[in-house]
């Protein structure tokens, strides 16, 4: 049975390394992909993708699909993402963040308040100095994992 993983994206620069991953990695796991503002464009174009425009209550939409992972972009002109997060620390459910930018770490998290509270399990970023960012900014380096970025190879 294939890992099932939620893929939760707002913000363009969140949805097209994501929409990259998930076609890069197709046939390897059960997507299933909620979006929000920018993304939905994004993920339109997309083909083989169990694609769901409408969102609901995080918290419902965690118990409707029961996935093994959440897979959120950072994006910061909403709160979207972090909602899934946060109900995924809820229902004790694993979750990875891919930072697709270079600044505004941590004010993708909530900061100031309570920033850390919202933090995935993993964080994924796309090079080197994204990764020194994150450690200048105070995240926690058992949580960081570089990794390639999708969008980049494309």
């Not at 918290?59 to 409707?64: F, W, Y």
């Not at 450690?135 to 960081?144: C, E, Q, S, V, W």
């Amino acid at each position: 049975m294939k890992i099932k993983i939620l893929v939760v994206s707002h913000d363009a620069g969140g949805a097209n390394i994501l929409n990259a991953l998930v076609k890069k990695y197709i046939l390897d796991f059960n997507w299933k992909v909620y979006v929000k503002g920018p993304a939905v464009k994004i993920f339109k174009k997309a083909k083989n993708i169990n694609y769901v425009k409408k969102t609901f209550d995080s918290e419902r939409i965690l118990s409707l699909e029961k996935p093994d992972l959440v897979l959120t972009g950072t994006g910061w002109s909403s709160d979207f993402e972090i909602n899934f997060l946060k109900a995924a620390k809820m229902k004790l459910i694993k979750s990875a963040s891919f930072l697709d930018h270079w600044g505004n770490y941590r004010e993708r998290f909530g900061y100031p308040k309570d920033w850390k509270k919202n933090l995935p399990d993993a964080i994924f970023l796309g090079d080197k100095w994204a990764y020194s960012i994150a450690l200048r900014n105070g995240f926690p380096k058992a949580i960081l994992r570089q990794v390639e970025n999708p969008y980049f190879e494309k």
